[in-house]
């Protein structure tokens, strides 16, 4: 019952709302809205506010009396989500709240980092609810929070609960793909369940519609109408690329491996196979054999045993960077001398285990496993010995070294070893300027040095430099690579780049 009003100024509101405790926001029931010029600037949890209308000077605060929560939402099997990161989708929600009961339907609000989630009994709802309100429910590494829904069902797409209705179309989401996906792969995937007739490629960007049936208008890589093949074809090589571009040519002589499994194209292939054309079947080689198949899937790494006064956040870049695109680096901590990585995608990770694992720098062995978090999120900041940061994010570098697939193209995997591969090094860079720089970041010296040919017009030059052990050179690549060489009158600084060799020694 509605018992008393007051008009306040909005710097009263302001003051009240600061003065409440952390029980007072957490444990209290009931929504208050804080808004100044009609923008929410505030979202608390009061006992007693049922609601608050702010105008440009001053606020109508309505109160009510403790009793029973007449503004509460009632009990729905739908469930709103609220504080998603942008990277959530369907599957995500799924996975985590289907321990509250049977999940019967999924709507995302991407724009809004908001979801819809339909149980098929309420009872399952109101676990989620309950659950949410008395502890932290992280979904895709990020906290999110739960309310009723004011609708009792979801709304799907017109006949989508009618098997029997005009839409054919089949919609695949293909995530982190491995290899080029064109119209062949996945009519090879898709026909020998039911005969397909159309197949279009897009890339998803904002909205997306589910057509009653595709629109083709030639015959390529990314769309194709298997009732009219007369439709022009694109020449080869001049149509746009697959998904991921074509086949990476250190895949053998010929553009595939020999130790692959084959995927048949269709019997009816449209194309016409020649010496000159593609081969009968198309062969895309899998990862190499790791222990990926033993972790769950996720692109955070957990590195643990990192020396606690030579480690840091740009450090860890500089090793890991060799095995994919680094985003963010988090030293934890609850947790002494370890550190969340997080990568491009999850084979970066298991590239990352593969080759970085149980190896030794600066006198500490590494363990490098799959982290049980899908995101790194830059909480709990502090400084570390070195007073550098705990915390650094790595997405917009132009360090990374697999931001397109031509550069990507460039990098050779290699696990760790005693000759480093230097590049982008200025031509008046001698021998003995690189053992001082060495020597002026207390890292080991390298014993052989070699430098390759460069044409009389290259601004840089590039060689290999053979250390002692493999400890050594890769203390010095963890030190030193990207490290910034200035010269005289030089207007921008060179990147030292640093990589493990294929040589063996020199």
Request: net charge neutral; aromatic share 8%; glycine share 6%.
């Amino acid at each position: 019952m509605l018992t008393q009003v007051y008009c306040v100024s909005s710097d009263t509101l302001v003051w009240l709302a600061s003065g409440l405790s952390e029980h007072c926001v957490k444990k209290q029931c009931g929504l208050a809205g804080l808004c100044f010029g009609g923008c929410l600037a505030l979202d608390l949890h009061l006992s007693r506010v049922l609601c608050v209308i702010v105008s440009n000077q001053c606020c109508l605060c309505v109160l009510q009396d403790s009793g029973e929560d007449s503004h509460r939402i009632a009990q729905s099997p739908v469930v709103h989500v609220r504080g998603l990161c942008e990277a959530v989708v369907e599957a995500d929600l799924v996975e985590a709240l289907e321990k509250f009961g049977p999940i019967c339907y999924v709507m995302m609000m991407p724009f809004k980092r908001q979801a819809l989630v339909e149980f098929e009994m309420v009872e399952s709802a109101d676990k989620c609810v309950a659950c949410g309100s008395s502890e932290a429910v992280y979904i895709a590494g990020q906290q999110a929070f739960f309310n009723y829904s004011t609708s009792k069902r979801i709304t799907r797409p017109t006949n989508s609960d009618n098997p029997n209705s005009g839409n054919k179309v089949l919609l695949l989401s293909i995530q982190n793909p491995l290899y080029p996906i064109t119209t062949d792969v996945l009519y090879t995937v898709c026909n020998p369940i039911g005969s397909v007739m159309r197949i279009v490629i897009f890339k998803r960007n904002g909205i997306q519609a589910m057509p009653t049936r595709l629109n083709v208008i030639r015959n390529d890589n990314e769309s194709w109408d298997y009732t009219k093949p007369y439709l022009v074809r694109r020449e080869r090589g001049k149509g746009r690329q697959a998904i991921l571009g074509e086949h990476p040519s250190s895949y053998g002589d010929n553009g595939y491996g020999s130790h692959c499994p084959l995927l048949p194209l269709p019997g009816n292939s449209r194309y016409k196979l020649s010496s000159h054309d593609i081969p009968e079947v198309v062969a895309y080689p899998l990862p190499q054999s790791s222990s990926y198949n033993n972790h769950g899937s996720s692109s955070v790494a957990m590195v643990s045993g990192l020396h606690p006064t030579k480690m840091n956040c740009t450090r860890i870049f500089n090793l890991f960077c060799l095995y994919g695109n680094i985003e963010k680096v988090k030293f934890m901590k609850s947790v002494p001398g370890t550190a969340l990585v997080e990568m491009g995608d999850e084979y970066a990770v298991d590239r990352a285990i593969t080759h970085l694992n149980s190896i030794k720098v600066f006198g500490k062995r590494l363990n490098v496993c799959v982290s049980k978090q899908h995101a790194v999120i830059p909480s709990q900041v502090f400084e570390l010995e070195d007073s550098s940061s705990s915390y650094k994010d790595f997405a917009m570098t132009r360090n990374n070294r697999f931001t397109s697939q031509g550069q990507a193209s460039k990098n050779i995997i290699q696990p760790p070893s005693c000759v480093l591969h230097y590049y982008n090094v200025p031509p008046c860079i001698s021998e003995d300027q690189l053992l001082r720089l060495c020597s002026e970041h207390d890292v080991p010296g390298f014993t052989k040095f070699k430098m390759f040919d460069a044409k009389p017009s290259s601004k840089t030059i590039s060689g290999l430099l053979e250390f002692d052990s493999k400890t050594h050179a890769v203390e010095v690549l963890t030190v030193l690579n990207h490290y910034q060489i200035r010269i005289p009158n030089g207007s921008n600084p060179y990147t030292l780049k640093l990589c493990f060799s294929t040589s063996s020694h020199l």
